[in-house]
């Protein structure tokens, strides 16, 4: 039997044609497709932001703390339950992350373990949507504002997500940073959008994507009077998205909401086919919320009948890809030699790991592709 995947793209001929009309074009990098890109998601996500284009989601989330004047001395609280990029940026900075544990139900950071942590070199809090469920944003802003730290959404996972009824991206975070990657809720191949309010944040952003050059390579080339003049005025970076990638990304987004409805529409099958199996199914949105169902990410309850390696090694021998979100930061051995982690430290997150596995979940996935999972999943576990 053909392997089911565990993630596909969906691409349509509209984001050919208009990777195609790039090419052809012969303005390939950062150009005309990046500008209407983030203009587009401004537009879209509404609420006066200002949207800046990169080439990764880690990239907008190492120009948010630069931008915050992060550095050496420094601490910044996330969670131990995410991938690496969400700390390794505090790390470029020569700041230091501090790690706490998530809710049982959500699998988001937990608030009130954010508010114990914070100690007088506390500056900011890295929020993360897991798998596309919100974080309780409105307790972490409330955190934030009485202790005066900053606050950078990973939201990787959540977009179109919603808190609160108001899209993330529009709340009252200082940034936040949305992920284009392969296999993310829209995809431009690679690639990220860093959103923000505060046009200081936004100017020293711009700067800092391409060297930290005061004038972008489009605006010198393509103004009425051409200026082949610029000044570095920083020791930037090269985080620029290509209008090859925004090409895509133009699209994407205009398709958003769509795939969303698809990916719900599979998640509630799963819901209903798998309900009375030892399994901890993952927690919608609340009532007047979004989920944007980038992951469905199950938990095997003690009584479940195998292991969940084992679990996921019969579901592989079946032709069906599988995934763990995630082995949690404190496990790594960077992060636990660095900063003295131990399983004991989270256990929420320790459970977690042990016990969970990722189903596909993709737009691209036919009625036949869900039952197959779900046969699969039963004949394992029933």
């Not at 509209?14 to 203009?39: H, M, N």
Request: glycine residues 8%; proline residues 5%; hydrophobic residues 40%.
């Amino acid at each position: 039997m053909k392997f089911l995947p565990f993630a596909l793209p969906e691409i349509g001929e509209e984001e050919i044609d208009e990777v195609v009309a790039s090419l052809r074009s012969g303005w390939v990098t950062t150009g005309p497709k990046a500008k209407q890109f983030e203009q587009d998601f401004s537009e879209w996500l509404g609420g006066g932001v200002e949207s800046i284009s990169v080439n990764s989601a880690t990239a907008g989330l190492h120009l948010a703390l630069e931008a915050l004047g992060i550095g050496p001395g420094d601490e910044v609280i996330t969670t131990t339950h995410t991938f690496t990029a969400t700390a390794e940026v505090i790390r470029y900075l020569g700041a230091d992350p501090v790690f706490v544990d998530v809710c049982t139900h959500t699998l988001c950071i937990d608030p009130c373990l954010i508010e114990r942590a914070i100690t007088p070199r506390t500056k900011a809090i890295i929020p993360v949507h897991f798998a596309g469920l919100s974080a309780d944003m409105g307790a972490i802003l409330d955190i934030a504002k009485r202790h005066g730290l900053r606050v950078v959404e990973d939201a990787a996972h959540a977009l179109p997500s919603t808190c609160g009824g108001r899209l993330i991206g529009s709340l009252e975070s200082d940034v936040t940073v949305f992920s284009f990657y392969a296999n993310k809720t829209i995809t431009t191949g690679e690639g990220g959008m860093l959103v923000t309010r505060d046009a200081g944040i936004a100017k020293r952003a711009k700067v800092m994507r391409l060297h930290g050059i005061n004038r972008d390579a489009f605006d010198r080339f393509t103004a009425k009077v051409p200026s082949w003049y610029y000044e570095v005025v920083a020791p930037g970076f090269k985080y620029n998205l290509t209008d090859i990638a925004a090409s895509l990304g133009i699209h994407q987004l205009k398709k958003a909401y769509r795939f969303q409805q698809k990916r719900q529409a599979i998640a509630e099958k799963y819901h209903q086919a798998l309900k009375d199996l030892p399994l901890i199914l993952p927690s919608d949105a609340p009532a007047g919320d979004i989920h944007s169902w980038h992951l469905y990410v199950l938990r095997l309850a003690d009584d479940a009948k195998v292991s969940r390696d084992k679990f996921i090694e019969e579901m592989f021998n079946s032709g069906i890809g599988m995934s763990v979100h995630y082995v949690p930061l404190h496990l790594h051995p960077y992060w636990r030699d660095t900063y003295k982690l131990s399983p004991e430290m989270f256990p929420i997150s320790q459970k977690v790991y042990e016990t969970t596995a990722t189903l596909p979940l993709y737009t691209r996935m036919t009625d036949d592709d869900v039952d197959r999972v779900v046969s699969a999943v039963r004949k394992i576990l029933g």
